[in-house]
């Protein structure tokens, strides 16, 4: 969703740095300030659907990784520099299953607002899996700009030079991966998901995950940041418009965008999304199939008649409603929601 520009989310809370191993209690105290439309000095008046068990930031705060990105965001009036998690866990029969959110917000923002479809700091879709036995994890990487975003100001599309939110997708893997065990988690089952920017996040996490975009740190970044299945909502900079390419219906603009480099060992993918998507089009979906299948790998396209962009878990009325129920019976069938 590159053209979308957002206003960021306000700053993150300070949390407690500890991330190895992890032993602190549980935090269940919302961040201040998280807005859709504008910060704000104060928590907003809405309720997440659930509280989150703690969250855990992402980077130690001498990380060189971290402060290579303070720096980088200076300029911006509402970065959020300090990214983090927030680990939602199941009540009971829990099927040993976790998947890391990526929200979406066209890399601007993060949508985990009052009016989010996926509820306050993503309260909502990680209650839909939280329901099912499944740990759900928000990550809260870093914005904006930190990764594919539309300029309005030169009428293009940028990509930053440190590919922050990347970056944080794959610290988080590998922070819930190292302490899976800990948290009743089977280190061999661990996704990926994310909705529209966020999905192209779960893309990037799900392709590139033979090398790590930053220098490794510590014990945590020894292990493995493969998902073992991703799930793209309605996900965004999908083509090589995105990478300037003119006229955006030609041939070469709508072909697959050179980020995404495809192959047999791309996990099991699910994509999601509605054909009367008007911010980013059913299409983007179907070249990435495409490109999987001819690939080799194990993906799947469900298209909605309706449901349009960024619908999220919220019930609207649309043949993009189900999508959950669907989202859940192909995680069964590939042994991951059992």
């Known amino acids: ?48 659907s659930m509280p989150y068990w703690r969250e855990i930031r992402l980077w ?15 300029h911006e009036d509402w970065a959020l520099t300090h990214p983090s998690i927030l680990v939602y866990r ?5 099927a040993r299953s976790a998947v890391l959110v990526f929200p979406g917000g066209g890399y601007k923002a993060l949508a ?9 700091y993503g309260s909502d879709v990680c209650k839909w899996l939280t329901d099912a036995g499944i740990t759900c994890v928000l990550v809260k990487y870093r914005v904006p ?11 293009r599309h940028e990509s930053p030079a440190i590919p922050m939110a990347l970056q944080d997708a794959q610290r988080a893997m590998s922070l819930v991966r190292y302490n899976a065990e800990a ?6 089952r661990i996704g990926v998901m994310g909705f529209s920017a966020g999905g ?32 793209p909502v309605y996900p965004g900079h999908m083509t090589m418009e995105h990478k300037n390419r003119r006229p955006r219906d030609s041939a070469a603009a709508r072909e697959l965008n050179t980020d995404i480099v495809v192959s047999a060992a791309v996990p099991p993918t699910l994509l999601i999304h509605a054909k009367d998507d008007p911010v980013d089009p059913v299409e983007y979906s179907e070249i990435y199939e495409k490109a999987l299948r001819e690939a080799g790998a194990n993906v799947r396209l469900i298209r909605y008649e309706t449901g349009g962009h960024a619908f999220g ?26």
């Open 200 to 231: 192209n996040l779960a893309v990037l996490s799900s392709t590139e995950f033979a090398s790590r975009r930053y220098a490794p740190a510590d014990a945590a970044d020894q292990v493995s940041i493969r998902p073992d299945f991703a799930i």
């Open 90 to 94: 199941p009540a009971e029969g829990s």
């Open 112 to 120: 985990i607002g009052p009016k989010s479809t996926l509820g306050l």
């Open 60 to 74: 130690p705060e001498d990380s060189p990784v971290l402060q290579a990105g303070i720096a980088a965001l200076a």
């Open 145 to 155: 700009n930190t990764g594919c975003n539309w300029n309005p100001i030169t009428k």
């Open 313 to 338: 878990v919220r019930q609207q009325g649309t043949d993009s409603d189900r999508w959950t129920r669907d989202a859940m019976r192909w995680l069964d069938e590939i042994g991951m929601g059992e």
């Open 1 to 48: 969703m590159c053209r979308a520009i957002f206003v960021l989310l306000g700053l993150v809370a300070l949390i407690s740095s500890s991330v190895l191993p992890l032993s602190a209690t549980a935090q269940a105290v919302p961040d201040r300030g998280v807005s859709e439309t504008q910060p704000s000095a104060v928590a907003p008046a809405a309720a997440p």
């Open 183 to 188: 948290w009743g988690i089977d280190p061999n």
